[in-house]
């Protein structure tokens, strides 16, 4: 009996092996839960499958989260299959590859509203949902990173679209947790993902890390898992509206 056995989770945001949601699931399922996962379109799809078949996962939704539509039919979805849902882990972010490299004062309206959008809106439409279906109470997690309190050079409109997904995170976690659904964030230190690899300058970023780090390392996908399963599961049963730091303490370095 895994911590997770009879628990029910969906997971939206594995793209491929290296995604962090990837990582969350593995564990997940090692653990005992019952996963859905979802894909954005057919690209994405030919990736999901075979991921959500070796790691013995029936349900698999496409859902583009711009496409209110999609979540509907998602959660009716989840709804016939499972009837309630124990946790929600939101693992998806987009920004105009351009928007990540030149300087943040050109970003176009356009490249604000879909950042935006994508990456901080969805949280909120879901969760929606989720509610609806966490009768008996739940845990919603997301992935945020440091670029929406400090400025990180590159991460521009990702850094204002993270603040969103915090401060929506906490707003979250005070309505919905009426309802005993806790509602937390986590802030991975960087991981050479698809999303990263869209940041200009990503590999000076690991290096600069590794050096600087309390831990004198960079954050592994594991470190990001484990901690995302103590925010889903039991043991963080007092614990929602924070953002949690997993990258190695380097969240607490001035000088
Ligand atoms: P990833 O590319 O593997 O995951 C991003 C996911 O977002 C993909 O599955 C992609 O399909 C999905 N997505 C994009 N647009 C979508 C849409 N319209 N509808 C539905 N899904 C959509 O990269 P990742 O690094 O695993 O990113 C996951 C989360 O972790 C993101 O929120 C990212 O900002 C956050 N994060 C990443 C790092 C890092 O360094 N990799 C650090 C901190 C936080």
Partial sequence: MGRFSGKKVLVLGVANERSIAHSITTELVKEGATVALTY???????????????????????????????????????????????????????????????????????????????????LVTLSKRAE?????????????????????KNYNVMGVAKAALEASVRYLAYELGEKGIRVNAVSAG????????????????????????????????????????????HDASGVTGETMYVDCGFNTIGM
């Fill in 40 to 122: 954005v379109n057919e690209a994405i799809e030919k990736r999901v499958r075979p991921i959500a078949e070796e790691l013995g996962i029936k349900h698999v939704y496409q859902c583009d989260v711009q496409n209110e539509e999609h979540i509907d039919k998602l959660f009716a979805e989840i709804k016939d299959a499972w009837g309630s849902l124990d946790g929600m882990v939101h693992s998806i972010a987009f920004a105009d590859r351009e928007d990540l490299s030149r300087r943040f004062v050109e970003t176009s309206r356009a490249g604000f509203q879909l950042a935006l959008d994508v990456s901080a809106y969805s």
């Fill in 132 to 152: 609806k279906l966490m009768s008996e109470g739940g845990s919603i997690i997301t992935l945020t990173y440091l670029g929406s309190q400090r400025v990180v």
């Fill in 190 to 233: 960087p991981i050479k993902t698809l999303a990263a690899s869209g940041i200009a300058g990503f590999k000076d970023m690991l290096s600069v890390f590794a050096e600087k780090a309390p831990l004198r390392r960079n954050t592994s996908l594991e470190d990001v898992a484990k901690a995302s399963l103590f925010l889903l599961g």
